[in-house]
C-alpha cells in the first residue's frame, strides 16, 4: 500500500498541475492559431479591404486580438468551472490523492492566459498578416507556436530544479 500512496501522491501533486497546465497551453495556441486562420481568410477573400475602409488597421487588429482572446478565457473560465465541479462532486477521491488547488492559482490563471495570449497572440498576427494565403500564414505562425513549445522539452529538469538555471535562463 505504500508504493499505491506514493503513486497517488505524484497523481495529486505533479500530474493534474501539469494537465491544467498543458489545457491552458492547449487554449493559447488554438486561440492563436484561430486568429492567425482568420487574418489569413480575410486577408485571402478580400474582406480586410472593406474592413480598413471603415477602421483603422491597429482598431482592426486589436478587435481581432481581444474577441479571439475573448473567446479563449471563455473557454479557460469553462475549464476552471468543470475543474471545481469535478474536485466538489469527487470530493473523497480528490482527498485520496493529495490535491492541493489554491484559490491563488484559481485566480492567478485568468490573469495568466491574458498575458500569454496578448503576448503570443500577437506575435501570431503579425506574422501571419504577411503571409500571401492562409497555408503560408499557418506556416509563419508555426514557428511561434514551437518557440513557445521548447520550455516543454526541458519539463523534466524545470521539475526537478524549479529554481535552477535552466529555469532562469528559460524564463
Not at 472593406?50 to 478587435?63: K, R, Y
Not at 482527498?95 to 503570443?120: C, D, E, K, M, N
Not at 511561434?144 to 526537478?160: G, K, N, Q
Request: charged share 10%; hydrophobic share 55%; no cysteine.
Amino acid at each position: 500500500t505504500k508504493i499505491l500512496e506514493g503513486r497517488e501522491a505524484i497523481v495529486g501533486r505533479l500530474v493534474l498541475p501539469l494537465g491544467f497546465v498543458l489545457l491552458l497551453f492547449t487554449s493559447i495556441l488554438m486561440s492563436g492559431s484561430y486568429l492567425i486562420q482568420a487574418t489569413a481568410t480575410e486577408k485571402e477573400n478580400r474582406v480586410i479591404e472593406v474592413l480598413l475602409s471603415s477602421a483603422s488597421a491597429d482598431e482592426v487588429m486589436t478587435g481581432k486580438l481581444l474577441g479571439l482572446g475573448g473567446a479563449g478565457l471563455l473557454q479557460v473560465m469553462v475549464w476552471i468551472g468543470m475543474m471545481l465541479a469535478v474536485r466538489s462532486g469527487f470530493s473523497e477521491l480528490v482527498a485520496t490523492l493529495h490535491v492541493q488547488v489554491s484559490w491563488q492559482a484559481i485566480a492567478l490563471s485568468p490573469v495568466l492566459f491574458v498575458g500569454a495570449y496578448l503576448f503570443l497572440g500577437s506575435l501570431m498576427l503579425g506574422t501571419g498578416s504577411l503571409g500571401g494565403n492562409v497555408r503560408e500564414s499557418q506556416q509563419l505562425g508555426m514557428l511561434w507556436a514551437f518557440a513557445a513549445t521548447v520550455p516543454l522539452l526541458f519539463l523534466p529538469m524545470l521539475i526537478a530544479e524549479p529554481h535552477g538555471p535552466i529555469a532562469h535562463f528559460l524564463t
